[in-house]
Structure formats: C-alpha cells, structure tokens
C-alpha cells in the first residue's frame, strides 16, 4: 500500500495568485507542457499570511519524476480532456474547464482508480476567500483485494508572498493548502488515511512550483517536492524599460506604449518557443495576437537603450 498513498500524495498538487485572482489562463495543466519533479527530503511547509516569504531552498534532489502533458480522447477515461503521464509509471487523468479542474482517473503504476464521482482538485478562479469541500468516490483493486474509496478534500487560500526553491525565487505567489480524507473498504476491513498538503503557484507557470505533504493512514509519511519552470523566460516580469501595455487580456492586438524608444518586441508561448518578433523603432507600436492560441504568453520589449522589460498578457 506504501506506493499507493505516497503516488496519491504527490496528486495533491493541483490547486493557486497575485492576492489577486488565479484563472484558468493563469495556471492548470496544459497539453503540451513538460517538466520535472525533483523529489526532496521533507520540509517545513512555513507559515499562513500575506506577505510571508517560504523559504524552501533546503530542499533536496533525491530523484526525478518527469511529466508530459497531453490532450486526452476516449479511452479507459473518456471524460478527461488533460493526461499527464510520469515517468514513475503514474498517469493522472484531469477534465479542466474554466471553471474546475476535476480527478476523474489514476493509474498508479498499474493500481488503477476509477472515480463514480470526480474529485475537485481546484476550482476557478482563486481568491483570497478561496475554500471549498468535494466529496468523492472511487474503486480499485490492490493484491486481489477490491476497495471502494469515500473521500473529501478541502481545499483553501494559504497566503501569499514569495517563494524560494533551488529552481530559483518566485514573487506573487500563492499557497493552497488541501486537506484530504479517504476510507477504503474491502473485505477484509477499512483503511482510513489523509493527506495535508501544500502547493504553491505563480500565474504563467502551469503547474504547482512546489508541494510538500503529511500522509497518515496505514502508513505514516511525510514527502515534498519543487518542479522545473518553462525555459527561456526567466522567473520574473521585468520593468526595466516604464511602458505600458493594453487591452490585457486581448482578443486581438495589444498596444505597447514606452518611455524609451522600442527596438523589438518577442512573444513566447509558456514552453520557451518564440511565436511572434516584431521589429520597431518607435515609443509606441501595436502588436497583432490574434493568430496565437488561447492562454498566457511572455511579452518582451527591447530598448534601443539596451534594457529589455517582461510582462505576461493573456490571450483570450
């Protein structure tokens, strides 16, 4: 069971900003992200409040979990829309919409869970009065033995400030704390467990920046973890250059006005890739969005001066 409950532990890692609010274009699991899970010695998750500053630089790289999100048709899960397969064997299936990001399957190394009644890992958007309970029910089948799961997870705003991992240190970000209970009934009893966890999150970045977990059940265990960021952006906007930069969100075009005279302009999509570059040399300019995808991209303004700000816009 010990595999079990440390993989169901790690899935504890999907609720988020700014003591503003977190939407579905500022983070959830999005088909065609990657990145890693370092697997750490455990660590005080810190303390509640606004302002606080975690300090998770401690944190260890015991091993590594990579993860590759992809869109989900049909299968054994037809109601999930996301598939996120790891490299442990764990594959998690997710049905986001702007509104909720539901558990609907598991395959935990071959332990698969399949849920009558959805959990809600996070609801849209997040605020500061951010709480709510779900309740769930799953079936599964571990040694022979098949097990019916009655659970709830309690989900809420934990703070926000910022975040330091060996990743690197990320402002305006937000913790969620998830309080999640589950008995297990089979022909041999009933096995009660829960999981405390936190996650921290910072919009632009899909998925958690770090968890760290208290497990207590049939087996007593503690576990964390911090993740890798997307490429090539850099952990934090910039505003070395004072421009301004409107409508935001956009359907279409934004309009960049500068205090310094522009020389370029790139937009990355949140996996590093460059998906518009636009030359200029003007204090103000329009930049066309509208053939990009929904979601959140990295816009950066280069100076002819030498200095370069970044600053996210969602893309509606």
């Known amino acids: 069971m010990k595999k079990i409950y440390f993989f169901a532990a790690m899935l504890i890692s999907g609720n988020a900003l700014f003591a503003q609010n977190l939407t579905r274009t500022d983070v959830g699991y999005t088909a065609g992200d990657n990145y890693t899970m370092y697997v750490s010695d455990y660590v005080n998750p810190g303390s509640a ?10 944190m260890t790289d015991n091993s590594q979990v990579t993860a590759s999100v992809t869109a989900n048709s049909g299968g054994t899960f037809p109601t999930a829309n996301v598939k996120i397969t790891q490299s442990n064997g764990g594959v998690i299936y997710y049905n986001i919409s702007a509104s909720k990001m539901e558990l609907v399957g598991l395959d935990a190394g071959g332990t698969v869970f399949t849920y009558s ?3 809600t890992y996070m609801q849209f958007p997040v605020t500061s009065s951010y709480n709510y309970t779900d309740a769930c029910a799953a079936s599964f089948s571990v040694s022979g033995y098949a097990f019916n799961r009655a659970g709830t997870i309690q989900s809420e705003y934990s703070g926000t400030g910022t975040l330091i991992t060996p990743e690197g240190t990320f ?20 096995v009660n467990s829960s999981i405390v966890a936190y996650n921290w999150y910072k919009a632009g ?32 906007e910039s505003e070395l250059i004072n421009l301004l930069m409107f409508p935001n969100p956009t359907t279409g075009s934004v309009h960049i006005n500068s205090d310094e005279v522009i020389s370029k302009v790139e937009v990355y999509q949140l996996s590093g890739e460059l998906a518009l570059e636009q030359s200029a040399n003007t204090t103000s300019l329009e930049m066309d969005l509208s053939a990009l995808n929904t979601g959140m991209y990295l816009v950066k303004v280069y100076g002819t001066n030498g200095a370069v700000s970044v600053k996210r816009v969602s893309k509606n």
């Open 49 to 58: 409040g606004t302002g606080v500053t975690w300090d998770l630089s401690a």
């Open 117 to 119: 009644n959805s959990q």
């Open 171 to 190: 402002t305006n970000v937000v913790r969620i704390k998830s309080t999640q209970t589950n008995t297990d009934t089979y022909a041999g009893g009933t």
């Open 205 to 236: 970045v899909n998925h958690e920046l770090a968890n760290v977990s208290d497990i207590t059940g049939a087996q007593t265990s503690q576990s964390a973890y911090y993740t890798s960021v997307p490429a090539n952006l850099g952990l934090e």
